[in-house]
């Protein structure tokens, strides 16, 4: 298993997460995560219609705004919602947005 | 006093939104006007030092995703915070923006 590089709890920055989830199609991606736990990059952009470098750059820049969790196991990359770090840094900020975005919490 | 186009309350979308406090400086504005109400565009940007034309951008993305109100009167705008359309629209989500902030809701 290999863990990509992902921010320190205390340098997730509030405007990097907004940021984050202002595409379409990062928010799809988090609402799917929310909903589904963790699951493969590729089911995470199943039937969304991205190519696959755009689904890593959507990625990518989940990741590295702390939004989100990556980690290698063999060929698959699994991610998953970094609600620990979330809530810690910003408490109540993911539930309102997932909320706002009519995912049950 | 001349109202300026903004989004009908329904119209509001939660990316857009997001994206216009993506931005560090639009997030002091907001933040400035969750402070302290309705205040003109002069002092919202007061000391942040940016440009004048690129503090009306500002204004305008704030205004068009249905972040804040702006309206003219005479030589003056005036800008607050849209908290009644957010709210209404998105519960919660803007005091968990501003709690985020570190501003009191």
Redesign the interface.
């Given at each position: 298993m290999r863990l990509l590089p992902h921010p320190a709890t205390a340098d997730i920055q509030?405007?990097?997460v907004?940021?984050a989830?202002?595409?379409?199609i990062r928010?799809e991606i988090a609402v799917r995560l929310a909903v589904r736990g963790e699951i493969t990059c590729t089911e995470a952009c199943d039937d969304l219609g991205v190519h696959k470098s755009t689904a890593s750059h959507h990625y990518r820049t989940l990741r590295e705004a702390g939004v989100i969790m990556s980690r290698q196991e063999g060929r698959l990359k699994y991610i998953s919602l970094r609600r620990d770090g979330l809530d810690a840094?910003?408490?109540?900020?993911l539930?309102?947005?997932l909320?706002?975005?009519h995912v049950p919490v």
């Open positions: 509030l405007t990097e907004l940021r989830l202002s595409d379409p928010m840094r910003f408490p109540g900020l539930d309102a947005i909320l706002a975005a």
